[in-house]
């Protein structure tokens, strides 16, 4: 068994503007392998959301989404 552990820099993957080969890399082992998060994960990735939206980066709709995803 493989896997590997995935903090807060991966809120890169809601900003077009910062796609890396790391997120892409990263983004298709989440689909193929085990992920460990920190417990505090989703708290994290909202904050920068909600942070993103106050500066124009992301539509409040887009937060309102991913939101959802990561409650999941």
Same mark, same amino acid.
């Given at each position: 068994m493989t896997g590997f552990v995935l &903090? #807060?820099?991966i809120a890169d993957w809601c900003f077009e503007d910062e796609a890396s080969e790391i #997120? &892409?890399?990263s983004?298709? =082992?989440v689909r193929d392998e085990e992920v460990l998060v920190p417990s505090l994960l989703h708290l994290e990735l @909202?904050? !920068?959301m909600i942070q993103a939206e106050r500066r @124009? =980066?992301?539509?409040a709709? &887009? !937060?309102s989404? =991913?939101?959802e995803l990561i409650g999941d």
């Amino acid at each position: 068994m493989t896997g590997f552990v995935l &903090d #807060c820099s991966i809120a890169d993957w809601c900003f077009e503007d910062e796609a890396s080969e790391i #997120c &892409d890399t990263s983004s298709e =082992r989440v689909r193929d392998e085990e992920v460990l998060v920190p417990s505090l994960l989703h708290l994290e990735l @909202g904050n !920068v959301m909600i942070q993103a939206e106050r500066r @124009g =980066r992301m539509m409040a709709a &887009d !937060v309102s989404t =991913r939101l959802e995803l990561i409650g999941d």
